[in-house]
Structure formats: structure tokens, C-alpha cells
T-cell receptor
Framework: DAGVTQSPTHLIKTRGQQVTLRCSPKSGHDTVSWYQQALGQGPQFIFQYYEEEERQRGNFPDRFSGHQFPNYSSELNVNALLLGDSALYLC??????????????FGQGTRLTVV | AQSVTQLGSHVSVSEGALVLLRCNYSSSVPPYLFWYVQYPNQGLQLLLKYTSAATLVKGINGFEAEFKKSETSFHLTKPSAHMSDAAEYFCAVIAGGTGGGNKLTFGTGTQLKVEL
């Protein structure tokens, strides 16, 4: 079992550019959540996808968007990058969005640096 | 809305000493509580979780935590620290009964340092 895999592991972008991060969930999981972890902070919830739809969203601007594919993998897109978007982006997968106590498995993250 | 507060952004213990990392929660409904560990340049690994069953929860690597409703606390402990325990630890909460998802709300983290 490969667990949750994210790509790329590191990325450097220029202000104003757009970026796409990718996540493959753990085998058997159908729900993908994205988190932003700024340096020295706890992860902040961005949004969650289940059945190819955004089910919940945190306090992030519309520049942050996502997608879930039929195979449950997911993408996080960020437009018009700001220096403040520099962070570790974590993907977490779980099973059945309706069960609120199921364990979320995290990937290694994508380190995004905006210059 | 639910939230967690971790007291102490940095904790230092000697190898073999007791580890105590503090977490207090705020939730309008019975919560589900979690402790995660993060090693440098890695993702988060679940240590243990409380889901309204036993109030004393045992996790991996010798860690345990006790849910105390009267104190709204979920402190993490380990009787004897090992050098390999040095990492950042996050307490997290999901509001129970929402039926709407597994949105985790994290604390700001506690960096644990283990000294010889």
C-alpha cells in the first residue's frame, strides 16, 4: 500500500504565477482534504472533496480551487500566487466523509516557495 | 466552532523523563480529539485518537492521552522520553455529530526536544 502520495515534493514559483499540486489518496479512501501549513504553524484546512465535489471549505480565497477525479485523486490549484502562499501543502485522505471519526492519513506534503 | 489550544510551543525533557504535552479544546458538541506527530520535512502521523469510547487512549510509541471533559483537556503523556521522540506534536479536533466531514482543526503545535 503506497499510502498518500503528493507531487511534486518541492516547488518554486514567482509571484502572480499559478500552481497545481497533486495528491493520490491511500488505497480504499474516497475523501481528500487539503491543508496549508505555514512555517511554525499548525495546518489550516483549505477544502475537502468527496464524490468529485467540494464538500467543505475553510477560510481561503477563491484563488484556491481544487478538483477530484473519478479515481479519487485530487488537485489543488492556486492562482495569482502571493508571497504569503509559501507553505507546506498537505493532502489527507480518509474513508466516508459522513463518518467524522475516521483516521485521516497524510502525505509528505509539497513545499511551495513563492519568490 | 471548535478549537484547540496547545500550552507551550516548546517543551524540553531529559531522556527517560516524563513527557507531558498539554491540549485544551473548545467545542459546542462532544468532540473527537487527535494527536499527530510531525518529523522534520514530513507529513503528519496519527499517534492516537479519542472517539467517545474509553477516556484513556493508548497510542503508538508508548504515548497515551486522557480525555477530561470537566477540564476540557486532552493532554498527551509518555512515561519515559526517548531521543527519537523529538518532533513537533499537534493536537486536533473534529466536532462530533456534524455528519458533514472530517475537517480537522489543529493547534499551533508543541516542539518537543529530548536531551541526553
Amino acid at each position: 500500500d503506497a499510502g498518500v502520495t503528493q507531487s511534486p515534493t518541492h516547488l518554486i514559483k514567482t509571484r502572480g504565477q499559478q500552481v497545481t499540486l497533486r495528491c493520490s489518496p491511500k488505497s480504499g479512501h474516497d475523501t481528500v482534504s487539503w491543508y496549508q501549513q505555514a512555517l511554525g504553524q499548525g495546518p489550516q484546512f483549505i477544502f475537502q472533496y468527496y464524490e468529485e465535489e467540494e464538500r467543505q471549505r475553510g477560510n481561503f480565497p477563491d484563488r484556491f480551487s481544487g478538483h477530484q477525479f473519478p479515481n479519487y485523486s485530487s488537485e489543488l490549484n492556486v492562482n495569482a500566487l502571493l508571497l504569503g502562499d509559501s507553505a507546506l501543502y498537505l493532502c489527507a485522505s480518509s474513508f466516508l466523509v459522513r463518518a467524522t471519526n475516521t483516521e485521516a492519513f497524510f502525505g509528505q506534503g509539497t513545499r511551495l516557495t513563492v519568490v | 466552532a471548535q478549537s484547540v489550544t496547545q500550552l507551550g510551543s516548546h517543551v524540553s525533557v531529559s531522556e527517560g523523563a516524563l513527557v507531558l504535552l498539554r491540549c485544551n479544546y473548545s467545542s459546542s458538541v462532544p468532540p473527537y480529539l487527535f494527536w499527530y506527530v510531525q518529523y522534520p520535512n514530513q507529513g503528519l502521523q496519527l499517534l492516537l485518537k479519542y472517539t467517545s469510547a474509553a477516556t484513556l487512549v493508548k497510542g503508538i510509541n508508548g504515548f497515551e492521552a486522557e480525555f477530561k471533559k470537566s477540564e476540557t483537556s486532552f493532554h498527551l503523556t509518555k512515561p519515559s522520553a526517548h531521543m527519537s521522540d523529538a518532533a513537533e506534536y499537534f493536537c486536533a479536533v473534529i466536532a462530533g455529530g456534524t455528519g458533514g466531514g472530517n475537517k480537522l482543526t489543529f493547534g499551533t503545535g508543541t516542539q518537543l526536544k529530548v536531551e541526553l
